[in-house]
């Protein structure tokens, strides 16, 4: 089942902060999280996995909570450049290990 | 340094024609995926590979998709007698997977879209 993202969509000034949020109704075993902008690849950002080890991005920052099956990624002093659709890809480690099953996404657009 | 690249980058075709795409992953990656992708969602998995293995396949993914990754180099997707819901960009993903454990990132090409008349 997908992961559901939040918000759907937020528009930031630049130099402002924001908060996504996954949620994830299985057990992970880790969380991907992927920046796209129109018409190109998704891009990797962050990996977190079970046991809080992070792989990543160093000026952005997420959370795992592998109670809740929940991630946050958080994204400060926003950049014009930061804008584009977040998701997050989600292994719960059913069937082969490393598939990833993506969220909804979250549109961002920073403006001036 | 050369990332994931796909060939090519669009096709528009007819219905019930065949069409095959190609992915040359990052050469020391072990690992090799196909996504595919439709506007304004996530990309949804299609199957995977480790080295020339093919390990899963979605059940999203009909008989009349067929995937292969001869030697564990590139792979190549092929749609058989195309239908107008197969329109839709097509990702390849390739990672250095360790056994058992997806700590590694998935490095993801262009892609290639596919429009079905």
């Known amino acids: 089942q997908q992961p559901v993202q939040s918000p759907q969509a937020v528009i930031l000034r630049e130099g402002e902060d924001a908060v996504i949020n996954c949620s994830s109704s299985?057990?992970?075993?880790?969380v991907h999280w992927y920046r796209q902008k129109h018409g190109e690849a998704p891009v990797f950002l962050m990996i977190?996995?079970?046991?809080?080890e992070q792989k990543g991005h160093e000026k952005i920052s997420a959370s795992f909570n592998e109670k809740k099956q929940q991630s946050s990624l958080y994204l400060t002093a926003s950049q014009l450049s930061y804008s584009g659709t977040y998701f997050c890809?989600?292994?719960?480690?059913?069937?082969?290990?490393?598939?990833?099953?993506f969220g909804t996404g979250t549109r961002l657009q920073v403006t001036l | 340094d050369t990332g994931v690249s796909q060939n090519p980058r669009h096709k528009i075709t007819k219905r019930g024609q065949n069409v095959t795409f190609r992915c040359d992953p990052i050469?020391?990656?072990?690992?090799l995926y196909w996504y595919r992708q439709t506007l304004g969602q996530g990309p949804e998995f299609l199957t995977y590979?480790?080295?020339?293995?093919?390990?899963?396949k979605s059940r999203l993914l009909s008989d009349r998709f067929s995937a292969e990754r001869p030697k564990g180099s590139f792979s190549t997707l092929e749609i058989q007698r195309t239908e107008q819901g197969d329109s839709a960009m097509y990702l390849c993903?390739?990672?250095?997977?360790?056994?058992?454990?997806?700590?590694?990132?998935?490095?993801f090409g262009p892609g290639t879209r596919l429009t079905v008349l």
């Open positions: 993903a390739s990672s250095l997977g360790l056994a058992g454990g997806s700590y590694n990132e998935q490095f």
């Open positions: 299985k057990a992970l075993y880790s």
């Open positions: 977190l996995l079970k046991g809080g």
């Open positions: 890809g989600t292994d719960d480690h059913t069937g082969t290990a490393s598939k990833l099953t």
């Open positions: 050469s020391e990656h072990n690992r």
């Open positions: 590979f480790q080295n020339e293995a093919q390990l899963e």
